[in-house]
């Protein structure tokens, strides 16, 4: 089998069904829901899934968490909103502290204002997101940098060789 190799960005497609996240977005619910998510997405062009809440708020893309640029501010689904506690979130959050990106609830209509967004997770890190419902987003001048940071600060936590043994 082949390595997993994450695409170079993403193109993200609105799931039409409500999402209840199991257990509050805790990693050690089932997760049939965001892979039959992940499936509708996929048949329709799309790379990832973005998961609302039943009341409309944005909790996530199927297998990562979502970062958003929104009104010129980086902000990210709240935990409360059942966003996963993921380590590439927290270090995402750590490094975006100094330009303010907080957890912000953001509905899905306000997807069309949206200047640019990436995706983390642990898999494949930090991917920009070139399309939401089939609609371009540029990439943010910013985020380059963060990828870049994201890479070295991954690098120097690889397990190597010797502590593999």
Known sequence: PRPFSPPPTHSLRSHPLPYLAPFGGLKTANYWANAEALRIALTQGASEALLFHPDGRLVSAACANVFLKFQGRWITPPLS???????????????????????????????????AAFLSNSW???????????????????????????????????????TLA
């Not at 959050?93 to 899905?108: D, I, K, N, V, Y």
């Not at 997101?129 to 371009?136: A, E, K, M, N």
């Not at 991954?154 to 010797?162: K, M």
């Open 81 to 115: 909103c059942g966003a996963r506690n993921g380590v590439v979130r927290e270090w995402t959050l750590r490094q975006l502290e100094a330009s303010e990106a907080p957890e912000h609830a953001l509905r899905r209509e306000h997807l069309p204002q949206l200047e």
């Open 124 to 162: 494949s890190g930090l991917t920009p997101v070139s399309h939401i419902d089939s609609r371009p987003l540029p990439l943010a001048p910013e985020f380059p940098a963060l990828q870049s940071a994201f890479e070295s600060h991954a690098a120097l936590r690889a397990p190597t060789d010797e």
